[in-house]
């Protein structure tokens, strides 16, 4: 009588196939995923708001406004 055949769990691959599938998500550059997004999007608007945050400075605004105004009243 031949003993049945050792098969893994449901689930589970075995070193051959589970390297198989690593290398191919590894290599799989289909774009991001939607947590990939949020992530990137929570970074976007943290990102602007620290912007914002330092540009609306009153000593920075001031730097800035002096910088323009000196850039449209000097002559070469």
């Known amino acids: 009588m031949n003993a049945p055949a050792r098969r893994s769990a449901p689930g589970v691959a075995g070193p051959v196939r589970l390297r198989e599938r690593l290398a191919h998500l590894r290599d ?17 608007a943290a990102f602007g708001a620290l912007l914002y945050t330092v540009v609306t400075n009153d000593a920075i605004l001031g730097a800035l406004t002096g910088i323009v105004q000196r850039a449209l009243t000097s002559t070469f």
């Open 28 to 44: 799989d550059d289909a774009g991001m995923s939607t947590a990939e997004y949020a992530i990137g999007t929570i970074a976007a």
